[in-house]
């Protein structure tokens, strides 16, 4: 009998402690908020990486860019110098990328013709991230008629034929690198505007925005100081992708004649090596300032892809309530 009362106590002990540590973990689980498994841990969370991806993609920018600016420093072969090698001659040890169909150097004409092609897209994309990003944010900001009137502007812009644009004001003022830039810029300005108004829509009312105005800020003080920084995390994403548009469309217009008509960029190489006699016998000559394009605009689009998805969407407050 002592023993089978011990055992009974043994029993009714480890009964005891497994419903105590059962009800313990209930209570755990009652008291733990809604969708706190759904949220991760901020401080176990992975860190985000822009990923070997963005880098190649910036390290091919950046060697094109420098390249490019290096040009007069570089030894190699002036661009204008017709007969440096064989005509038509194909890729050599000489001429790496070959000569053209009066003998000129194509390597060296393809970075050369990287100056303008670069200079058009980058000053473009920046004029018009300025001036549309501005438009945007104090739209966005003021509402009300401010709001109305700059939204007007916008549509009247995007209702442009693009072409009919690009064909009045090179007829006005001439086909100069900055007459094309101000053309391009003109494109940009409302898609940059109407992106900037909805984000500045979103920080609008957020509660650091509120404060600043409880502080006394004044209105210019809260767009400079508050909004805008905000702004700026998504449209560096756009700026590289606007980038690679505005070279794209800027070889477009050379291609129908339109663009600069002092020195050359990769679209009017392209243009002079799209004979159809040029392609049979010598393609290099528009191949190799196509690649070159190609491969630049492929990279400024994928670092914008993933400057996109390292900028989590959730984190500017756009989509994601």
């Known amino acids: 009998m002592p023993a089978d009362t011990s055992e009974h106590t043994i ?19 009652a008291a733990r908020p809604v969708g706190a498994d759904a949220e991760p841990d901020p401080d176990r969370a992975p860190q985000r990486r822009l990923g070997i991806t963005f880098w190649v993609s ?34 050599n040890w000489d001429q790496w990328f070959g000569t053209d169909t009066v003998g000129r150097d194509m390597f060296s004409r393809t970075i050369w013709g990287a100056r303008v092609s670069l200079m058009v897209g980058f000053f473009s994309i920046v004029a018009g ?19 109305l009137a700059l939204g007007f502007v916008t549509y009247i812009m995007l209702s442009f034929p693009t072409l ?8 006005l003022f001439g086909q100069g690198l900055w007459t094309v830039t101000a053309a391009l810029s003109i494109v940009v300005i409302p898609s940059v505007s109407r ?12 509660e650091f925005v509120a404060a600043a105005r409880l502080l006394g800020a004044t209105n210019r003080r809260v767009m400079v100081r508050e909004i805008l920084p905000n702004v700026l995390i998504p449209m560096s994403a756009l700026l590289l992708l606007g980038l690679g548009l505005t070279i794209v469309a800027e070889g477009g217009l050379a291609f129908l004649g ?5 020195g050359f960029s990769w679209g009017k190489m392209i243009q002079l090596g799209a004979g159809l006699r040029t392609l049979q016998t010598a393609p290099w000559v528009a191949f190799f300032p196509i690649g070159a394009m190609f491969l630049t605009v492929l990279s400024l689009n994928l670092a914008g892809d993933r400057l996109r998805q390292y900028f989590d969407v959730r984190e500017l407050g756009i989509g994601s309530r």
């Open 258 to 262: 339109l663009s600069v008509a002092d």
């Open 11 to 29: 029993s009714s002990s480890r009964t005891a402690k497994y419903w105590r540590k059962r009800s313990s973990a209930t209570v755990e689980l």
């Open 129 to 147: 991230f300025l001036v549309g990003g501005m438009m945007g944010v104090v739209s966005g900001y003021r509402r009300g008629w401010t709001d």
């Open 58 to 91: 910036i390290g091919w920018v950046l060697l094109v860019t420098a390249a490019a600016i290096a040009a007069p420093l570089l030894p190699i072969a002036d661009p204008d110098q017709i007969g440096i090698g064989p005509r038509a001659s194909g890729p």
């Open 195 to 206: 992106l900037a108004r909805a984000i500045t829509i979103a920080f609008a009312e957020r």
């Open 164 to 171: 009919v644009l690009f064909l009045l004001v090179i007829l």
